[in-house]
């Protein structure tokens, strides 16, 4: 009997046809940012001076379009389309091939893709500039200022009460350069870092903050794979996660959110195979407890990671009852299952102590002011209002004198994350999965961006990245995951 394909004609599959998509969003991509974020000049200049001696001086002048983008980039990028129309040739071969053999072959295509633009464009950008400028082919703050602030870290000094004035920071951007009276991040992302700064600085001379981001990225999209059931749901989420448009700019270019969707993701895998141990209850506590841990992490790092907290409580609450319910007593079953609920996730709350509190404790008005005031808009030298959310209605009704100026947003992210967190908390009790905690939590965050001074786009990035896992995340059966919880409990 002729197969589907032979009777119908060859359909690529889903899977090629999402790769192609986001392949050619990568590279648009890449493009338009070096084109926005560097000057051309400087970019083929530090370029040549990369490749001398490695590409002959006439093959790098016909390379260097300047319609385009730098030789190297196009090289990535004849690459990866290159591995593109081998993933086609699979795809077409694939009613000839066993499943498994189609898959894994995908699997490394996809891998080597994902290598090819996001690691080897992230690789570029850390050679150019370590031959250029301390401030150059690097974010801000996920990299020049994590740095500086390793740097104090080490010299003993406070980085929330410090200025990066002195720093290469100072070189960096020319406009509303507020951050440089700010950190706006938690203790974790300096001093997780801080050990492979000093590895680098021994071992080759130099550290790139972005050495850390690709390899926690390295290992999420690993994570990622395995929190999926199916092969088809694992190729997908490595493609949507590995080319996510947004995020993969911000492993190339150094913003931090990558390292705090690490802490998340190595969480959510915990907390899964926590759950999968129902003969084994000392090893679900152990896996549960470091589940916990590393959640806590992920809130000591970015304050996006709080937003999770909500619902990992009532799913953890939810699934410490009967389920479904017993109509006897629900009010005591309900303080029982709360009071568990509490016992589950302390080793989150005992982590982001340990790691914010020290700090805090040392200067709690200087580090308020940067993690909070400053993105508020009510710090003496406040963020400035910008983005692709509600803060551009402000703008146009000339609701303020200028950009840096103080606007009540706190009312608009409550009118919308408030009814938000309701129905989220409530689709969580009726469904307690992973899936809905994760779904609850990047609606909520959503809301609360779009209604708040600024909603950047490396935050739909990240986003984008919660929502792929809430999508392909093998989700648990409810009852067997409180029968489990129970177990658990009582041991």
């Known amino acids: 009997m002729m197969s589907q394909k032979h009777a119908s004609g060859y359909r690529p599959s889903g899977d090629a046809l999402l790769l192609f998509i986001l392949l050619v969003a990568r590279v648009r991509i890449d493009t338009l940012a070096e084109w926005a974020a560097i000057p051309t000049s400087m970019l083929h200049r530090d370029v040549a001076t990369l490749l001398s001696g490695v590409i002959p001086g006439h093959s790098l002048a016909l390379l260097s379009d300047r319609q385009t983008t730098d030789p190297i980039t196009l090289l990535l990028i004849s690459v990866a389309f290159g591995l593109f129309v081998v993933y086609l040739a699979v795809d077409l071969l694939c009613d000839r091939l066993q499943p498994s053999t189609t898959f894994w072959i995908k699997l490394f295509l996809v891998g080597a893709i994902i290598g090819t633009l996001v690691f080897g464009q992230t690789v570029l950008f850390i050679g150019l500039r370590h031959i ?4 150059a082919y690097a974010h801000d703050g996920g990299v020049v200022q994590t740095e500086a602030t390793i740097g104090y870290l080490l010299a003993g000094v406070n980085p929330y ?24 991040y938690l203790p974790w992302t300096f001093l997780f870092s801080a050990p492979f700064y000093l590895l680098s600085s021994a071992a080759i001379g130099w550290f790139d903050q972005r050495i850390v981001y690709l390899l926690l990225f390295a290992i999420t999209l690993m994570l990622a794979c395995h929190l999926t059931r199916s092969s088809g749901h694992q190729l997908s989420a490595l493609i949507v996660l590995g080319l996510n448009p947004i995020l993969a700019s911000d492993v190339i270019f150094g913003q931090n959110d990558p390292f705090v969707l690490f802490w ?33 992490l992920a809130c000591a790092s970015k304050p996006t990671a709080w937003f999770l907290v909500p619902f990992l409580i009532g799913y953890q609450w939810r699934t410490a009852l009967p389920y479904p319910m017993s109509t006897v007593h629900p009010v ?3 303080i029982v299952g709360l009071a568990r609920s509490v016992k589950c996730v302390w080793p989150l709350a005992l982590t982001f102590l340990a790691v914010t509190g020290p700090w805090f404790a040392w200067h709690p008005g200087a580090m308020i002011d940067d993690v909070w005031h400053w993105s508020a808009g ?7 209002i910008r983005g692709w959310g509600f803060s551009n209605f402000v703008l146009a009704l000339g609701l303020v004198p200028n950009r840096l100026a103080y606007w009540p947003f706190w009312v608009v992210e409550s009118v919308i994350a408030g009814p938000l967190l309701t129905v989220g908390l ?32 490396n935050y739909l990035g990240f986003l984008l990245a919660v929502f792929t896992l809430a999508f392909f995340i093998a989700g648990s059966n409810p009852g067997d995951s409180a029968t489990t919880r129970l177990q658990a409990a009582d041991a």
């Open 132 to 135: 250029s400028a301390p401030a």
């Open 161 to 184: 009460v410090a200025d990066y004035r002195e720093t290469p920071m100072a070189e960096w951007g020319t406009e509303y350069r507020t951050a440089l009276d700010h950190y706006p």
């Open 264 to 296: 998340i993701v190595l969480g959510i895998w915990l907390l899964q195979r926590s759950e999968e141990r129902i003969g084994n209850v000392r090893g679900r506590q152990v896996l549960h407890a470091l589940s916990m841990t590393s959640l806590g």
């Open 332 to 334: 005591r079953q309900g």
């Open 378 to 384: 009510t710090a003496e030298t406040p963020y400035q």
């Open 426 to 457: 409530w689709r969580l009790w009726h469904n307690p999965a992973i899936p809905t905690m994760l779904q609850g939590y990047a609606i909520l965050l959503m809301g609360f961006f779009y209604g708040s001074r600024f909603l950047n786009e």
